[in-house]
């Protein structure tokens, strides 16, 4: 599989001012971050450029700020301290804007969420201009944000003299492509999740590329109230009935096999078949029966893609479908991916994350590339590769 876009493979950075664009949008309490996957998995990138460039920074968002002001929840200052005991290697945070103070003594240096700049949001070419006057070269290996049009992923990659995807952006778009484009069948997805409304464009591509669906989590329901089952009380969406019911009628036209759950685990800890769901009864988990069903349709798959839990997994009561389905991909010698925020806490918890082929790191964007969408910041180095 050809690349349409350059990579840091390349070009060279020696002597140059490299800004690299990170995705070190992690969960932050009290001050401390809660899992350091994103940051752990922009090392090697960092490393590899800290060889040979003269100066390195690096610039990435944190959660949803008001523009304008510093609100200490969302400060990078956290990212910082883990990512300097990750390295083993001194970073310097600059929380000014512009960063104009910056020595060369200051080695590699992080500056502030670029959420608290006005103008990111909007992709203001004047702060796009800024971003890219700091750097020789930009790197964007935040594939995890490349799905949003900002100043600090598109509007920099045009106003920068040069602009290259970094080795986890690479490495995202090659490992994703391998399970999408061409993927070695029989090729099974499983996609759960609370709601479908969520994730009805992901369900919809999927349905051409793989030979079956599984489908779990609440999201389940509503295909189940769809085929005329009970769900009791159980999370569901009465105004996605129709889409339901449409997608189980393509796919069947498409020839991708969709499996539903047969049993369940309620709220009160119960195992019951659906017939037995009472009107009280709130599904939390995929049962028994179904997690072997499932099992056995991923120990036949040559491709595997996995998004979101079978089950309210928070709940360790419930976290026994979602964890059934990780076991049996682990066991899977088929070349498999996982992604989603709240799939990759449940999969931390199990300590499995060695087993997948690839774990992706890109959420949203994960889940937009699957959807088969372009993505903006990426579509901005294809054009500039162009150039
Ligand atoms: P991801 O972030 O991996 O894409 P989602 O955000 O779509 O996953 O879904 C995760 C959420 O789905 C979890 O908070 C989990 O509790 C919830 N969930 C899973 N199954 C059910 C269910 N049967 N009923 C209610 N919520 C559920
Ligand atoms: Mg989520």
């Known amino acids: 599989m050809t690349l349409q876009f350059q990579t840091l493979q390349d070009v060279s950075v020696k002597d140059m001012r490299v800004l690299i664009r990170e995705d070190f949008n992690v969960p932050v309490a009290r001050g401390v971050v809660q899992s350091d996957l994103r940051i752990r998995a922009a090392i090697p990138g960092i490393k590899q450029i800290l060889k040979d460039a003269a100066q390195v920074i690096l610039m990435s968002h944190l959660g949803r700020?008001?523009?304008?002001?510093?609100?200490?929840a969302f400060s990078l200052q956290p990212v910082a301290e883990r990512l300097q005991y990750l390295l083993e290697f001194p970073v310097t945070f600059i929380k000014e804007w512009p960063p104009k103070s910056i020595k060369p003594s200051d080695g590699l240096v992080l500056l502030e969420n670029v959420r608290f700049l006005p103008g990111e949001i909007e992709n203001d070419p004047r702060l796009a201009k800024t971003m890219a006057d700091l750097c020789d070269i930009f790197v964007l290996d935040a594939f995890g944000s490349a799905h949003r049009?900002?100043?600090?992923?598109?509007?920099?990659?045009?106003?920068?003299?040069?602009?290259?995807?970094?080795?986890?952006?690479?490495?995202?778009?090659?490992?994703l492509d391998r399970g999408m484009?061409?993927?070695?069948?029989?090729?099974?997805?499983?996609?759960?999740?609370?709601?479908?409304s969520s994730k009805l464009e992901v369900l919809q591509s999927l349905t051409s590329i793989v030979d079956v669906l599984i489908i779990g989590g609440g999201m389940a329901n509503t295909f189940l109230a769809a085929q005329h089952k009970t769900i009791g009380a159980s999370l569901y969406e009465a105004d996605l009935l129709?889409?339901?019911?449409d997608l189980l009628i393509?796919?069947?036209?498409?020839?991708?096999?969709?499996?539903?759950?047969t049993d369940c685990v309620t709220q009160n800890d119960e195992h019951k078949s659906l017939d037995a769901v009472r009107a009280m009864d709130k599904i939390v988990d995929i049962g028994v029966a179904t997690r072997k069903l499932f099992a056995e349709q991923i120990s036949k798959a040559a491709t595997i893609l996995w998004n979101g839990p079978m089950g309210v997994f928070e709940d360790p009561r419930f976290a026994q479908g979602t964890k059934d389905v990780a076991k049996a991909i682990a066991n899977s010698k088929a070349y498999s991916i996982v992604g989603g925020g709240d799939t990759l806490a449940a999969i931390e918890k199990i300590n499995l994350t060695s087993k997948f082929s690839y774990i992706s790191t890109g959420g949203g964007a994960?889940?937009?590339?699957?959807?088969?969408?372009?993505?903006?910041?990426?579509?901005?180095?294809?054009n500039k590769s162009k150039k």
Do not use: D, M, W
Request: proline share 11%; hydrophobic share 45%; charged share 15%.
């Open 250 to 261: 393509r796919s069947e036209q498409q020839g991708c096999t969709i499996l539903l759950p």
């Open 242 to 245: 129709a889409s339901a019911r």
């Open 181 to 196: 484009k061409n993927p070695k069948h029989p090729v099974v997805a499983i996609i759960g999740g609370a709601k479908i």
């Open 65 to 72: 700020p008001e523009p304008g002001i510093l609100q200490p």
């Open 149 to 175: 049009a900002h100043a600090s992923t598109v509007g920099v990659i045009e106003f920068a003299p040069k602009a290259v995807a970094g080795p986890l952006l690479t490495s995202e778009v090659t490992s």
């Open 366 to 382: 994960f889940l937009e590339y699957i959807e088969g969408k372009s993505l903006p910041a990426i579509a901005a180095l294809i």
